[in-house]
C-alpha cells in the first residue's frame, strides 16, 4: 500500500486546514487508517485512527472536538480536517494503514512522507 499526504501549509492559530491521504496499491488489506504527527525535537504521537470499511474514528484527547477524520472509499482517500488549530498543533502529519487493528504505532505497516502543518501568527 502506496499512501500520499497533502493539504499541509502554514496558518495562524484559531484556523483551520484539511489533510488528506490517498492510497494506492492493495487496498483490500487495509483495516485501519490512522494520523500522527511528530512535532520538531519530539517524538510521533497518534492523532486520530478511522476503521477503513465503518468509518468509525477514534481521536487522542488533546485533538478531540477540533479534528475530524473521514474517508472516501471510492477516492481510496482518508482526510483530516483540523479546526481551532493552535501552535502546538505545529508538526509533521503521516497517514498510515494498518491491515489489523491500530492500536499502537507498530500496528501500522505503512506510511506516507508526511505534511508539514505549521500554526504560527
Known amino acids: 500500500v502506496q499512501l500520499v499526504e497533502s493539504g499541509g501549509g502554514s496558518v495562524q492559530p484559531g484556523g483551520s486546514l484539511r489533510l488528506s491521504c490517498a492510497a494506492s496499491?492493495?487496498?483490500?488489506?487495509?483495516?485501519?487508517m490512522g494520523w500522527f504527527r511528530q512535532a520538531p525535537g519530539k517524538e510521533r504521537e497518534f492523532v486520530t485512527t478511522?476503521?477503513?470499511?465503518?468509518?468509525?474514528?477514534y481521536y487522542a484527547d488533546n485533538v478531540k472536538g477540533r479534528f475530524t477524520a473521514s474517508r472516501d472509499i471510492a477516492k481510496n482517500t482518508v482526510y483530516l480536517q483540523m479546526n481551532s488549530l493552535k501552535p502546538e498543533d505545529t508538526a509533521v502529519y503521516y497517514c498510515?494503514?494498518?491491515?489489523?487493528?491500530?492500536?499502537?504505532?507498530?500496528?501500522?505497516?505503512?506510511w506516507g512522507r508526511g505534511t508539514l502543518v505549521t500554526v504560527s501568527s
Open positions: 498510515a494503514a494498518a491491515s489489523r487493528v491500530g492500536y499502537t504505532e507498530d500496528d501500522y505497516d505503512n
Open positions: 496499491g492493495n487496498i483490500a488489506i487495509i483495516n485501519d
Open positions: 478511522i476503521t477503513w470499511r465503518g468509518g468509525v474514528p
